[in-house]
């Protein structure tokens, strides 16, 4: 008989395509990318008072802007400005009023940026990046305020301590707990108060500083 020496063939490994290395990496950037903006959506979630992102309404800019003359002077802030698209109306409603927003969110500011750029208002808008609570708002005679409930009484007393004592504030979603409003447009989720600190009792006044 023959005997047949076999012989034991070693596969190499199997070397990874360039378009298969491009492909993961690509796909793990992609991944990289996601969390860290989405980071900054979720982050507000773990603060003590959670202001999310929930982008106005067309009929919430509409009641707004009813209680802002076209001749309006000045300044006006929106607190949580988000897409910053009460911040472009308000500027587009009153050519003479220069129109701030303040976000905490980095993507939303720079999202607000490039939209007031697109509407022609970029001279007359500003976005700042910044936790409402340390932005001062002494300087503003218009502040628009979309909050949530938890957060009213806080920021109750930071526009009576703040604010000038003539300025005009603009409620939307949910009242100020203890200020009373001068006129109120009822309309459901997308309900406005309007408050005149200058006409708001003193004594009013003196307890909620208390």
Same mark, same amino acid.
Request: aromatic letters at 8%; charged letters at 15%.
């Given at each position: 008989m023959e005997l047949l020496n076999e012989s034991v063939v070693q596969k190499k490994p199997a070397r990874m395509s360039t378009g298969a290395k491009l492909l993961i990496a690509a796909t793990g950037g992609v991944?990289?990318?996601? @969390? +860290?903006?989405?980071?900054?959506? *979720?982050?507000?979630a773990f603060r003590r008072i959670c202001l999310p992102y929930v982008p106005a309404t067309t009929e919430q800019i509409s009641n707004v802007l009813t209680f802002l003359p076209k001749t309006a002077r000045g300044r006006l802030l929106d607190i949580g400005s988000g897409d910053g698209r009460i911040v472009v109306s308000a500027a587009q409603h009153a050519?003479?009023?220069?129109?701030d927003g303040v976000e905490l969110n980095p993507w939303l500011v720079y999202y607000s940026?490039?939209?007031?750029?697109?509407?022609?208002?970029?001279?007359?808008?500003r976005f700042f990046r910044r936790d409402l609570w340390k932005f @001062? +708002?002494?300087?503003?005679?218009? *502040?628009?305020?979309f909050g949530v409930e938890q957060m009213m009484k806080d920021l109750e007393h930071k526009l009576i301590s703040e604010c000038q004592h003539n300025a005009k504030v603009i409620a939307c979603r949910f009242p100020m707990p203890h200020l009373q409003p001068e006129r109120t447009i009822e309309d459901g989720v997308n309900t406005v108060w309007f408050y005149d600190l200058s006409k708001q009792g003193r004594q009013n006044k003196c307890n909620l500083q208390c």
């Open positions: 991944g990289v990318g996601l @969390s +860290i903006v989405c980071a900054s959506f *979720v982050a507000p050519n003479a009023l220069q129109t940026r490039l939209s007031a750029l697109r509407q022609g208002v970029r001279k007359q808008t @001062s +708002i002494k300087d503003y005679n218009y *502040v628009v305020i």
